[in-house]
């Protein structure tokens, strides 16, 4: 008798399919992108990202309280800032939105991971994540601005500071700066590989941050994967404790290249526009939201990202604590 092999003895049951699973998804491993806006008990609707909010520090609070009850030990702080110039002043001001929710969060919920963005573009009139200077993105001087505002960060209690601008040698220049400043203590979650996506529009309506022209003087060229790698060595050379790619859905294949070459932890950005297609298509009627939510979260984790970055990171931590029955 000939041996038939029936690979569908290994799908008969959940216990089953549970005990031969190649890839988990815990709450654990996900990080959870908040938007801070000044006042008090303001919970402002993004209309560009539907469910989710500017929040003033003390829902914050509240926020990270779920979170962390969820079983979600890390946030992302990103500053909704109305006041803007030239030259990012608020950005690295010690009173600032972020400086001060980071001082609330860790007084609160210490035990939270609080990690914060590094950029210019939610600071400047002109929307881009460096200074302008005679038309040009001015990479050296942004650096100088970028170390000050990782500095103030690090300062207010930040755990982990996430330099999403892209200028070249910056992560070596902030990992001196945190250094020499007491704070070696302090990670960097760099964002190495950061593409020039049109998938990050709702997020710049979330801060109102759309750029003036384009930011792929600085921004990867989606075409590009040798580029990245190149990208994240350095970033690993300079300091960075884990990189990121971003997006996510759309360079799954990048994310995997990036696994099998390199042994560092790595993060993956489901951004803005990812979350919005999920979101849209389910409010048609056209998709289950929670089983698609899910599913491209886990296609995420099996390209081989470590941690992701998701605005569906409370609503897929409470579905894993509820053993989803769908991935039993």
């Known amino acids: 008798m000939d041996l038939v092999y029936r690979p569908r003895r290994l799908r008969r049951s959940a216990p089953i399919r549970g005990i031969v699973r190649e890839t988990e998804l815990s709450p654990r491993q996900l990080i959870y992108p908040i938007f801070v806006t000044e006042g008090k008990s303001v919970r402002e609707p993004i209309e560009s990202m539907p469910g989710q909010f500017r929040l003033s520090t003390d829902e ?14 890390a946030v992302n702080l990103f500053g909704f800032s109305k006041v803007k110039d030239e030259i990012a002043t608020n950005a690295y001001d010690a009173k600032g939105l972020v400086q001060s929710a980071v001082r609330a969060i860790k007084s609160t919920v210490p035990e939270m991971c609080v990690q914060t963005d590094v950029a210019l573009d939610p600071y400047t009139t002109h929307g881009h994540d460096g200074l302008v200077i005679g ?67 709702p997020f710049r309506g ?11 003087t600085y921004q990867m060229d989606p075409a590009n994967v040798r580029e990245a790698m190149r990208e994240i060595a350095l970033d690993l050379e300079e300091g960075a404790d884990v990189v990121m790619i971003k997006p996510a859905l759309a360079y799954l294949d990048v994310i995997n290249r990036v696994r099998e070459a390199f ?14 297609m999920i979101v849209s298509a389910a409010e048609k009627g056209l998709i289950d939201r929670d089983l698609a939510m899910m599913e491209m979260l886990i296609s995420i984790k099996r390209a081989g990202a470590d941690m992701i970055l998701t605005y569906f990171a409370k609503d897929a931590a409470a579905i894993l604590r509820a053993d989803f029955g769908s991935f039993k």
């Open 60 to 73: 914050i609070i509240r926020e990270c309280e779920d979170l962390y009850s969820l079983g979600v030990g």
């Open 263 to 276: 042994d560092s932890p790595i993060a993956a950005y489901n951004v803005s526009g990812e979350y919005a």
């Open 135 to 201: 038309g040009e993105i001015a990479n050296d001087v942004s650096v100088e601005v970028l170390c000050k505002m990782a500095l103030s960060h690090a300062e207010a209690g930040a755990d982990w500071v996430a330099p999403s601008d892209m200028m070249d040698g910056r992560i070596g220049a902030i990992r001196k700066a945190l250094d020499v400043h007491g704070f070696s203590h302090v990670g960097i979650l760099a964002y190495s590989a950061k593409y020039a996506s049109c998938f990050y529009g």
């Open 206 to 216: 979330a801060l109102q941050s759309a750029p003036s022209g384009h930011k792929k």
